[in-house]
């Protein structure tokens, strides 16, 4: 896995399906030969995945004049990092072609919603009895793909930005400041460029995720909106389709797995912010490489744009190797598998004495994050990070003995604040955080209001160091104890 944030692509491996997986690519282009892709549909290899193949059609003379006119809107866009607008196009054509098992995105019918919402309302109902936060879904929902790509888009905006504009800033400095105003409008295509590539990835990340999520927390992120509980009912369908389960016990631990995530999310209030402000801070760290940089835009050439991608393929954008970017990544890595090892230590529990199949599910789970699932490859290819699969089991035995050693109200007491978490080194040692000395809060507080009342009463004859011990109480006669 490479470390490349905005790679634009995972680097080459070896399909997993050996030659079928080489027949995908006839060209001999993109990552199954090892170069990269051309992801604008100029010259050879466009097609196959190529979101843009699709949006230009198949180049012939038809099709021209809406490829050049696709072109000028990508090089007069002028707005942010990224380029919101042409990765939610992107995004809503690769779900309207389906998944590559020939799935096909549809609306959601009533019996389905209907279906989603029992689910999610029982979901809550066995979540009571096994963890102290109350319900965080204030609504339910049932989503087709397309509406989870409109709901989650805000939040993928809030997430990839940071990255994106430090990568867009790197690109404009290049140049000398003398030069800068000389070379303003090559600048300016180069950032256009930038913002189309970076929404052209996005865009075919979030629609090729559409089709694998279930619902709106998969990647241990809140996607959706505050307190909207979601199901996708057709990749509910998708996700059981060869497990032999029924499809209602699938529904319902899946629907499990949401509303836990609900509840984490909205009583744990500064959560999401610190998930986010890891991502941040990993994106300050972001430094580009200016001498390969300084070659692109000296050789630049406005009528092979796909010559800017093949540069950024080759690995152009590198984390910096400080402690404070390593503490970004670990803060965020150890956060997201808190967060994940949780859900699956209450879900268990939950449905482990309710669900026949509650452990299959369980371990189906697991290796569906195991073998690099779309969450952690999407994760991966938008910000360089892969979460570890073995910190989540980690997490997950961890919170389960914290469940037995201090009660549900103990272990879900650690969400307060970030400090009273587990860290990276406890999940190491899961024994040692559980059964280390505990601070006994309610004698502290104890301890603080005697002191603040101290001030204020009448100091006591032990106070005074006087034991009281055959004392006849003081005098009233306005005399010492001798008598004058």
């Known amino acids: 896995m490479s470390d490349t944030p905005f790679g634009f692509g995972l680097p080459p491996e070896e399909p997993e399906d050996g ?22 549909g100029f010259g050879p290899g466009a097609g196959g995945d190529n979101p843009f193949a699709a949006m230009f059609g198949s ?45 096909k995105d549809a609306s959601v019918g ?56 430090r990568v867009g800033l790197a690109m404009g400095d290049v140049l000398p400041e003398e ?43 809140p996607l959706a909106p ?27 631990y899946l629907a499990l797995r949401e509303a836990a995530h609900q509840r984490l999310f909205a009583h744990v209030p500064w959560l999401r912010s610190h998930l986010f402000g890891a991502v941040e801070a990993y994106a300050r760290g972001i430094k580009v490489d200016t001498s390969k940089l300084e070659d692109v835009v000296g050789q630049f ?17 590198q984390p910096e190797d400080t402690p404070e970017q390593k503490a970004s990544l670990a803060r965020l890595e150890t956060a997201l598998a808190l967060v994940e090892g949780w859900v699956d230590a ?37 910000i360089g990070l892969q979460l570890r699969p073995r910190r989540l089991r980690d997490a997950s035995r961890l919170w389960a003995s914290l469940t037995d050693a201090r009660g549900v109200d103990g272990r879900d007491g650690l969400w307060e604040h970030p400090d009273m978490l587990p860290t990276a080194q406890d999940l190491d040692d899961p024994d040692g955080f559980v059964h280390h000395e505990q601070l006994d809060f309610s004698e502290l507080d104890k301890m603080l209001g ?26 009233t006669d306005g005399k010492d104890d001798d008598g004058r």
């Not at 004049?65 to 995004?91: C, H, R, T």
């Open 226 to 252: 505050a307190g909207k509980a979601a199901l996708l009912p057709l990749n509910v369908e998708r996700f059981g389709k060869d497990l032999s389960v029924p499809q209602d016990e699938v529904r319902l």
């Open 59 to 103: 180049m012939n003379p038809n099709d021209l004049g809406a490829a050049f006119q696709q072109l000028g809107q990508m090089l007069s866009y002028e707005g942010g990092p990224v380029n919101w607008d042409m990765a939610k196009q992107i995004a809503r054509q690769t779900v309207s072609q389906g998944t590559t098992d020939g799935s």
């Open 110 to 165: 009533p019996a389905e919603r209907t279906s989603v919402d029992e689910a999610l309302r029982l979901a809550d109902l066995w979540l009571d009895g096994v963890t102290s936060m109350p319900s965080g879904s204030v609504t339910t929902v049932a989503w087709s793909r397309a509406e989870w790509v409109e709901a989650s888009l805000p939040a993928w905006q809030q997430l990839v930005d940071p990255v994106a504009e």
């Open 179 to 221: 030069m800068q105003a000389m070379a303003g409008p090559l600048i300016g295509m180069m950032r256009s460029m930038g913002g189309a590539m970076f929404g052209q990835q996005i865009g075919q990340a979030v629609g090729v995720l559409a089709g694998e999520v279930v619902g709106s927390t998969d990647i241990g992120l």
């Open 301 to 317: 050439d406005p009528s092979q744009p796909e010559q800017l991608q093949d540069a950024l393929q080759q690995g152009m954008f």
């Open 450 to 475: 005697e002191a603040a009342e101290g001030g204020t009463r009448e100091p006591s004859a032990e106070d005074r160091g006087e034991d009281g011990a055959g004392d006849d109480g003081p005098r």
């Open 19 to 40: 030659d079928e997986g080489k027949k995908k690519d006839p060209t001999g282009g993109g990552q199954g030969s090892g170069g990269p892709a051309n992801p604008f």
């Open 346 to 382: 209450v879900v268990h529990e939950a449905a482990k004495s309710r669900l026949t199949s509650a452990d299959a599910l369980r371990e189906t789970m697991r290796r569906r994050r195991a073998s690099g699932g779309p969450a952690e490859q999407t994760f991966a290819t938008l």
